[in-house]
């Protein structure tokens, strides 16, 4: 599923006609590599110019996780094992929830936490992790306000947001929702403030993988699939190499990345900066 047919294409889009998806998770625990699950998700489209930012669709699951439920965690989220025991699993909802983001930009607060789970489930299920741009609203919360704690609520509370009624506090939909509106309003703040394009708050944030995400993505899944890469390489001498390589990692060095592999060119671990990959594939 190609989802990047220009990386400029929605790196200037107008913040005045931006759309994105808002995603939150709800899980069983945190730590999906030793077995905690989603045990609800939710997408919330919004567009900019919507009046006060009301969402315009919704795509929203409670998810048996086929695994109980710590009560320390149902305590957080309310979610329990008997809500949960005829509810859909993961694997269940796939098709509509990638049918739902598409190519969306998604925006979540605390992104890393929400994608890695969302991703690791798709992976599990013989997917690819997604490769859409994702925004972390939290940095950008911690960018643009002064405040002396940064949870979703209080962020909010700050900008005037209410928390949606009828809902539950901790519960993905409601906070899907209010950081999709918590997004929107820090959005309309920088325009006043003289920011035009998407890229223009990535650059605020410092966000170089952007840049690189799908490279980055792409490669990750990659490596958790174990296939080789083919990469034609700039050295640092200049000269212009073609390798093919098993990716190893992906590391992060004073904000630039780099790719650790196999070189079955060099025959050793070799480590390549992605700015100067000129082009690449994956083989197999």
Same mark, same amino acid.
């Given at each position: 599923?190609?989802?990047?047919?220009?990386?400029?294409?929605?790196?200037?889009?107008?913040?005045?006609?931006?759309?994105?998806?808002?995603?939150?998770?709800?899980?069983? !625990?945190?730590?999906?590599?030793?077995?905690?699950?989603?045990?609800?998700?939710?997408?919330?489209?919004?567009?900019?110019?919507?009046?006060?930012?009301?969402?315009? !669709?919704?795509?929203?699951?409670?998810?048996?996780?086929? $695994?109980?439920?710590?009560?320390?965690?149902?305590?957080?989220?309310?979610?329990?094992?008997?809500?949960?025991?005829?509810?859909?699993?993961?694997?269940?909802?796939?098709?509509?929830?990638?049918?739902?983001?598409?190519?969306?930009?998604?925006?979540?607060?605390?992104?890393?936490?929400?994608?890695?789970?969302?991703?690791?489930?798709?992976?599990?299920?013989?997917?690819?992790?997604?490769?859409?741009?994702?925004?972390?609203?939290?940095?950008?919360? $911690?960018?643009?306000?002064?405040?002396?704690?940064?949870?979703?609520?209080?962020?909010?509370?700050?900008?005037?947001?209410?928390?949606?009624?009828?809902?539950?506090?901790? !519960?993905?939909?409601?906070?899907?929702?209010?950081?999709?509106?918590?997004?929107?309003?820090?959005?309309?703040?920088?325009?006043?403030?003289?920011?035009?394009?998407?890229?223009?708050?990535?650059?605020?944030? !410092?966000?170089?993988?952007?840049?690189?995400?799908?490279?980055?993505?792409?490669?990750?899944?990659?490596?958790?699939?174990?296939?080789?890469?083919?990469?034609?390489?700039?050295?640092?001498? $200049?000269?212009?190499?073609?390798?093919?390589?098993?990716?190893?990692?992906?590391?992060?060095?004073?904000?630039?990345?780099?790719?650790?592999?196999?070189?079955?060119?060099?025959?050793?671990? $070799?480590?390549?900066?992605?700015?100067?990959?000129?082009?690449?594939?994956?083989?197999?």
């Amino acid at each position: 599923m190609e989802l990047f047919h220009s990386r400029q294409s929605y790196l200037y889009t107008p913040l005045e006609e931006l759309s994105f998806i808002s995603i939150d998770t709800e899980t069983t !625990g945190l730590y999906p590599d030793k077995g905690d699950k989603i045990c609800e998700i939710a997408a919330v489209l919004f567009h900019q110019k919507r009046k006060h930012f009301e969402p315009l !669709g919704f795509f929203w699951y409670l998810i048996n996780p086929l $695994r109980s439920i710590p009560e320390e965690t149902s305590q957080i989220h309310g979610i329990t094992d008997e809500i949960i025991k005829y509810s859909p699993s993961f694997t269940d909802i796939i098709p509509s929830f990638l049918e739902f983001i598409n190519n969306s930009i998604l925006a979540a607060y605390n992104s890393d936490f929400d994608m890695y789970f969302i991703n690791k489930e798709l992976q599990n299920n013989g997917s690819e992790a997604l490769s859409n741009p994702t925004i972390d609203v939290l940095k950008l919360a $911690r960018g643009f306000l002064q405040l002396s704690k940064y949870s979703l609520e209080n962020v909010a509370l700050n900008l005037n947001i209410s928390f949606p009624q009828g809902l539950m506090k901790h !519960g993905a939909l409601g906070d899907a929702i209010t950081n999709g509106k918590v997004f929107c309003t820090i959005i309309t703040q920088l325009q006043s403030m003289g920011y035009i394009y998407l890229m223009d708050i990535l650059k605020l944030l !410092g966000e170089k993988r952007f840049e690189h995400q799908e490279m980055v993505i792409k490669i990750t899944d990659a490596i958790f699939r174990e296939k080789k890469l083919r990469i034609r390489y700039l050295s640092l001498q $200049r000269s212009i190499s073609d390798r093919l390589v098993l990716p190893k990692k992906i590391e992060e060095r004073n904000k630039e990345y780099f790719l650790i592999a196999y070189c079955y060119v060099k025959n050793e671990e $070799r480590t390549f900066a992605l700015n100067r990959i000129l082009s690449w594939e994956i083989i197999g």
